[in-house]
């Protein structure tokens, strides 16, 4: 039942890449910086290899999550699934973050606007609509992570079902104590 439960989260995580309304989809990203603190923030799955347990995000070249990943490349996702009551939290580390021009060209126009404003994002301005973009070059970035570790959560009645998987260990899992 273990390597079902496994198996399962690597298919709803394919699922997300297909189905935009996925609710693994969208995810929260978790990074650090010894000076600021702990970082959340709401980004897109771009790409997951469940052969390799690779995850990929696109993100701006300037933004914070890129600079405290530089610092300290660990990272934690939490994925949840509100009708299924599930909740994923996986263990990862930074692989590689490249810059991806031939990427970004590929993206349809409204999609470039992303990654293509003048100013650094987190910069003060006086108001929404005073945004100015550059699209000859864009600020993209790709990040890809190695999950280490992944936590599996259900609710459900009678009995919660909670289990680790470990890159360690070879994905084996480990029933948990919910």
């Known amino acids: 039942m273990i390597q079902d439960i496994f198996g399962d989260c690597k298919k709803q995580l394919r699922a997300a890449l297909k189905h935009k309304k996925h609710s693994f989809r969208f995810f929260t990203l978790a990074t650090s910086s010894s000076e600021r603190g702990t970082h959340l923030r709401t980004v897109v799955l771009r790409d997951f290899d469940p052969e390799q347990m690779q ?15 530089n610092r300290i490349p660990n990272a934690q996702f939490l994925f949840y699934d509100g009708i299924r009551l599930i909740q994923l939290v996986v263990e990862a580390v930074m692989i590689s ?5 031939y990427l970004y060209h590929s993206l349809p126009e409204p999609s470039k606007k992303d990654y293509a404003s003048e100013q650094t994002p987190g910069t ?43 890159a360690s260990d070879h994905w084996k899992g480990q029933f948990l104590a919910p």
């Open 55 to 69: 995850f990929t995000i696109f993100t701006d070249t300037r933004s914070k999550k890129v600079a405290d990943l």
């Open 97 to 101: 973050s490249t810059d991806e021009t």
């Open 124 to 166: 003060p301005i006086d108001a929404s609509d005073q945004i100015s973009h550059d699209f000859s070059k864009g600020n993209f970035t790709k990040i890809v992570f190695q999950a280490e570790r992944l936590e599996y959560l259900r609710l459900k009645r009678p009995n919660h079902i909670r289990a680790e998987f470990r």
